[in-house]
């Protein structure tokens, strides 16, 4: 996958990926200012929301696609997610992970991953997660996992600052905390 300075000219995309009711259109609706142009999957009823955002001087389009558990479809909606994946790769996928539960969301970022597939994972809920008592090193599942982590509580505007940052740094280039095992 090219980085992304070695091609300022394109619109870059960016995908959101996660499991149902883990907060991506939540993060996404924060992302886009809530713009999103939703259409039917063209040849079924699943729904797919688009919008733009604009971060370091570029325009992104951002894709919230259907709920995901695998990159192994099951369900209409994971077909059209996966679809949407491999026929127009991104150059990020936002994981976005129950941070109550990443021993279940995990798996699809090594899927991901193993895959090719530039990814960010986005710990989401991790406010509720820390009511539950658990504790979640970013920086140390950062570490293990080779991909850059951000923990957020999305619906109480938490941790989308740091998002928002590691956003910037991957639109300026600066691969350093990018690069993946």
Do not use: C
Not at 126 to 148: H, Y
Request: without cysteine; hydrophobic residues 40%; proline residues 5%.
């Amino acid at each position: 996958m090219k980085p992304f300075n070695e091609n300022t000219s394109q619109t870059l995309k960016i995908a959101l990926v996660g499991t149902p009711n883990v907060g991506k259109s939540v993060v996404f609706n924060v992302l886009t200012g809530s713009h999103a142009a939703v259409s039917n999957y063209p040849g079924t009823t699943v729904e797919v929301s688009r919008g733009r955002l604009r971060l370091g001087g570029k325009d992104l389009h951002v894709v919230d696609t259907p709920g995901m558990y695998s990159l192994l479809p099951v369900t209409e909606e994971e077909r059209v997610a996966r679809r949407l994946l491999l026929s127009d790769p991104p150059d990020l996928v936002l994981h976005v992970a129950d941070a109550k539960d990443l021993a279940r969301g995990l798996p699809l970022t090594l899927q991901l991953m193993e895959a090719g597939f530039k990814v960010l994972l986005v710990a989401n809920m991790e406010d509720e997660a820390r009511e539950m008592g658990l504790a979640i090193d970013g920086a140390r599942l950062e570490d293990l996992l080779g991909v850059p982590v951000v923990l957020t509580s999305a619906v109480r505007d938490g941790g989308l600052d740091v998002l928002r940052r590691r956003l910037r740094e991957w639109v300026g280039g600066m691969t350093q905390t990018w690069k993946q095992r």
